[in-house]
């Protein structure tokens, strides 16, 4: 299984698309700007989006994807998978006729272009040999995160916050799974820290909090994602020094890695 950065940035602007991760050819993971980076004929291959949440940086490219699919995808609708909220607040403010087409019931309601199916916290969704579980996120509107491996077993997990100011189940959950990598955001810089509470996102004094309830026994790569393009360099600066700052919880500094939009997880 094979996990593409399709777009990872906090905002826009030249060479910065936001959050959308490709799993193998056919799942979307979040459908920001960052689709913007497939060909037609790699949007003709999707066949489920999973969605974080209800946030313009997050669903951006949903509509204008399917819109570019539309011809060819009669009787063959593309499968969104969200919380039941998401799903509300897409068809009241995005797939409502004036901002979007309603692609829900359009060309027909019995051949439409998506089909939305609702997720709750800890449900799972077995698809062609992967499963994908649904992790709990706390954040300014309702929003998940989400695990992935393939259905072996033995398989090792590729787990994805969301957007997220922490959440005790999330890390709960996390430490029950063999994690190959952890991706988290990581949106403003520590002067920003009040701002990023208000927003329901960490800064790197936030992260470092959040970090430590990671069982001591796990070791995982961490990447940083969802950083403001013009704040990067300043949050990876206080992310690589928090440890050095204050007292670690574990004997050995994380292994922290900036994420950035063309890298590729092979699990």
Request: hydrophobic residues 40%; glycine residues 4%.
């Amino acid at each position: 299984m094979k996990v593409r950065v399709l777009g990872c940035s906090g905002a826009i602007a030249r060479d910065c698309r936001t959050t959308s991760f490709l799993v193998d050819q056919d799942i979307l993971i979040d459908a920001g700007t960052g689709v913007g980076e497939l060909t037609r004929d790699e949007m003709l291959r999707i066949e489920h989006v999973f969605l974080t949440h209800s946030h313009l940086d997050h669903v951006a490219c949903l509509p204008l994807m399917v819109d570019t699919m539309a011809c060819d995808r009669i009787g063959r609708p593309i499968h969104v998978h969200a919380l039941p909220q998401t799903i509300a607040a897409l068809r009241a403010h995005v797939l409502n006729d004036v901002i979007w087409p309603d692609f829900s019931r359009l060309p027909t309601p019995e051949l439409p272009l998506i089909q939305f199916h609702p997720l709750q916290v800890g449900h799972t969704r077995e698809l062609g040999g992967r499963v994908i579980e649904a992790l709990p996120a706390r954040h300014a509107v309702p929003a998940l995160g989400f695990a992935l491996r393939r259905q072996a077993t033995d398989a090792p997990w590729w787990v994805f916050s969301g957007d997220t100011s922490g959440h005790p189940d999330f890390w709960q959950r996390l430490n029950q799974l063999r994690v190959h990598s952890l991706v988290i955001e990581t949106a403003f810089a520590n002067r920003e820290r009040e701002l990023a509470q208000m927003a329901q996102h960490l800064s790197p004094e936030t992260l470092a909090e959040e970090l430590d309830r990671i069982d001591r026994r796990h070791r995982f790569p961490i990447y940083i994602t969802h950083t403001k393009p013009a704040d990067t360099e300043t949050i990876m600066r206080e992310i690589a020094q928090f440890d050095q700052v204050r007292p670690p919880r574990r004997e050995v500094a994380h292994d922290i890695r900036w994420l950035s939009a063309g890298h590729v997880f092979e699990l």
